[in-house]
């Protein structure tokens, strides 16, 4: 079974604080995603990587960035945290063969004041 | 472009009824259509996938979904739902000329009631 771990489940920042959130894959998979999640939205893609140091915006990658220094992890960083930005974030993953699902983690539930 | 809309946001059903939660969808290419459900403070869970051949695909958890290609929709079913079923459930595509995008819909969130 694919196992994406997140590394925390909730998180409580400040406006303006520099934000990690972490991302591990044990499954070898090349492409990685990071996704928010609100209410009457859906899932809306933030960014995306297909390799090591390799990435590519999503429908809104502002406010947004991303580093993928190794293959099994996929961090996504706002660099000054605002309010707007309080959500849900899934990090998921996805093998070579795109008719396949991808995987998701748990979420992480991130409120910032 | 692809496009996904769940037409319900909420649908409340009582325990052992029928349900259906209805998904279009809209592309110019083939698509792989998908269902996740996901849980109360969980990640989402693929129920089933329609890639090719039968139109009628079984998933996980007694569910099962009908593609149908004239009307571009993507239906999901269960005979008899459980208190357990209650959660959000996801339609979703991705074209077949080998994007990695995924399209969600909004999402509809099943509510069962004893």
């Known amino acids: 079974d694919v196992k994406v771990t997140q590394s925390s489940r909730y998180l409580v920042k400040r406006t303006g604080e520099k934000v990690f959130l972490e991302c591990v894959q044990d499954m070898d998979h090349e492409n990685m995603f990071w996704y928010r999640q609100d209410p009457g939205l859906g899932l809306r893609l933030i960014y995306f990587?297909?390799?090591?140091?390799?990435?590519e915006k999503g429908d809104i990658p502002e406010g947004y960035s991303v580093s993928r220094e190794k293959k099994e992890r996929f961090s996504l960083i706002l660099e000054s945290a605002s309010t707007n930005q309080t959500s849900m974030y899934l990090c998921?993953?996805?093998?070579?063969?795109?008719?396949?699902?991808?995987?998701f983690g748990d979420g992480t539930r991130l409120s910032i004041l | 472009a692809q496009s996904v809309t769940q037409l319900d946001s909420q649908v409340p059903v009582f325990e052992e009824a029928p349900v259906e939660l209805r998904c279009n969808y809209s592309s110019s290419v083939s698509v792989y259509l998908f269902w996740y459900v996901q849980y109360p403070n969980q990640g989402l869970q693929l129920l089933l996938k329609y890639l090719s051949g039968s139109t009628l695909v079984k998933g996980i958890n007694g569910f099962e979904a009908e593609f149908n290609k004239s009307q571009t929709s993507f239906h999901l079913r269960k005979p008899s739902v459980h208190i357990s079923d209650t959660a959000e459930y996801f339609c979703a595509v991705r074209s077949m000329d080998s994007s990695y995008k995924l399209i969600f819909g909004s999402g509809t969130r099943l509510l069962v009631r004893p």
């Open positions: 990587s297909y390799d090591v140091k390799m990435k």
């Open positions: 998921a993953t996805l093998g070579t063969a795109f008719n396949q699902p991808q995987h």
